[in-house]
């Protein structure tokens, strides 16, 4: 998988499906801290293909599109991303690169998703302390960053909406990996979807290694290669405090670095996001730095 090696970054600046405002700034967060160079630490030619256009939620009504019921906060604005990172991801995957995506909230994952899923069966490892299992019916706060699994999956009211869930992503391959605050209707759609879900307790009893070798088990079982979701609230806030929806309890600057050298080791990493990077919230720009380093361990950085 050689050609795994030749990366294309591509900046998703929303922070729409966000509670708090800021994410936007992400990709050009996560270019200062040095990206570039990280990843040419793990030995990856990089190329940047920019950012993809965004609309500023400023300038736009969150209710021009809806599902009935419940609430979706711009999801025409999410739809029209989506659709376009969609395409440039399976662009790049169809050049033979990997496409990095900078976000941005995390409801740019859906056009990664689907984008990664369009000529292949894909799993996913989703890291996160949120399920992001939620739909317009049961979302507490109808802000889309905490629906884009459930969308990608077709669950609820995202079932048969073509642009979310076309390249046909089954449950059977996604696993989430950190999970500290998951709302009751988001327990029931795991449950009921048959997703592998993690949580921090299980880290603690059995060791990040396991946990996520367990979790990329679930992900290339009969597929062609692993989507992997990082949202950078993954991480305890003491190493990342630049997130919208921090909560305690994460993991470490060691457990995060293992997981994604487990995911190299692997030899199966399709696609990748980098999610919810919040400038405005950061200290010194310290979660966007850990977010190029950790896609460097992803992408197979030895030390040695
Ligand atoms: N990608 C995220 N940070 N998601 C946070 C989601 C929070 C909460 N579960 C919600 O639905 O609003
Ligand atoms: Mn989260
Ligand atoms: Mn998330």
């Known amino acids: 998988m050689d050609h795994r090696k030749n990366v294309r970054v591509i900046g998703a600046p929303t922070d729409y ?44 009504d969150p209710d021009t599109e809806t599902f009935a019921p419940g609430r979706a906060k711009f999801l025409r604005e999410t739809r029209e991303v989506a659709t376009r990172l969609a395409d440039r991801v399976g662009d790049a995957l169809a050049a033979g690169e990997l496409p990095m995506v900078l976000g941005g909230d995390h409801s740019v994952a859906i056009g990664s998703v689907a984008g990664s899923a369009r000529d292949a069966d894909i799993g996913v490892v989703w ?13 507490p706060s109808g802000n889309v960053h905490g629906m884009p699994l459930a969308a990608a999956l077709g669950v609820g009211a995202f079932a048969g909406v073509e642009w979310a869930n076309a390249a046909g992503l089954v449950a059977d391959t996604v696993a989430i990996v950190g999970l500290r605050d998951v709302d009751p209707p988001e ?26 070798d367990d979790a990329l088990d679930v992900a290339t079982a009969g597929t062609d290669g ?28 060691r457990e995060a670095h293992a997981a994604l050298e487990r995911v190299a080791r692997r030899d199966c990493l399709r696609s990748l996001d980098l999610v919810e990077v919040n400038p405005i919230l950061d200290e010194r720009n310290e979660t966007a730095s850990l977010a190029a380093e950790l896609a460097s361990s992803a992408l197979g950085r030895r030390i040695l």
Not at 23 to 39: E, H, K, N, T, W
Not at 127 to 138: K, V
Not at 190 to 212: K, L, N, P, Q
Not at 229 to 241: F, G, K, N, Q, V
């Open 127 to 139: 890291f996160d302390a949120h399920a992001d299992c939620n739909t317009p019916e049961t979302s």
């Open 17 to 60: 499906g966000a509670n708090r405002r800021g994410v936007d700034m992400g990709p050009s967060a996560i270019r200062y801290a040095g990206l570039a160079a990280q990843l040419e630490r793990a030995g990856a030619a990089i190329g940047d293909a920019g950012d993809v256009p965004a609309p500023r939620a400023e300038v736009r």
């Open 187 to 212: 327990r029931r759609a795991i449950d009921e979807s048959g997703v592998t879900a993690f949580t921090m307790a299980d880290i603690d009893d059995r060791g990040i290694t396991s946990v996520v």
């Open 226 to 253: 692993v989507h992997v979701s990082l949202d950078l609230d993954w991480l305890d806030p003491r190493e990342a405090p630049g997130v919208g929806t921090p909560v305690r309890g994460g993991v470490t600057y």
